[in-house]
């Protein structure tokens, strides 16, 4: 059974900072690229940011360039360890974060779609006050 388990959230005054963790592990599990998505109330669910294992190219959301880092660690390709780190947070940054899983390749564009991903997370609540 593959489990993604997210932690991290909280509240956080804007331009503040918070970090999120995300757990992937399973019997067989097997991950080509990880994302993180987040999902605000009445909003589709956007992307954020993915990590291919393989090459370690990073993608980013224009939105958060320059303030979120995404990283990962898949030493002993059993567990996956992805890490957002967020700076300079800004009130729309609020909502429910995901991690996600793809677990073979697809085009680089398609990282960008929630619907390629096959593993999710529960989510993690991320509230930035103003």
């Known amino acids: 059974q593959v489990q993604l388990v997210e932690s991290g959230g909280g509240l956080v005054q804007a331009g503040g900072s918070l970090r999120l963790s995300c757990s992937a592990s399973?019997?067989?599990?097997?991950?080509?690229?990880m994302g993180w998505f987040r999902q605000a109330p009445g909003k589709e669910r956007e992307f954020v940011a993915s990590?291919?294992?393989?090459?370690?190219?990073?993608?980013?959301?224009d939105s958060v360039k320059g303030r979120f880092t995404i990283s990962g660690d898949n030493a002993n390709n059993t567990v996956y360890l992805v890490y957002l780190q967020m700076n300079s947070l800004k009130p729309e940054d609020a909502a429910v974060y995901y991690c996600a899983s793809k677990s073979v390749p697809v085009t680089s564009g398609s990282l960008y779609n929630y619907e390629w991903y096959d593993y999710w997370g529960q989510g993690t609540q991320v509230t930035v006050s103003s």
């Open positions: 990590i291919r294992w393989s090459t370690g190219i990073t993608d980013y959301a």
């Open positions: 399973g019997h067989t599990f097997s991950s080509w690229a």
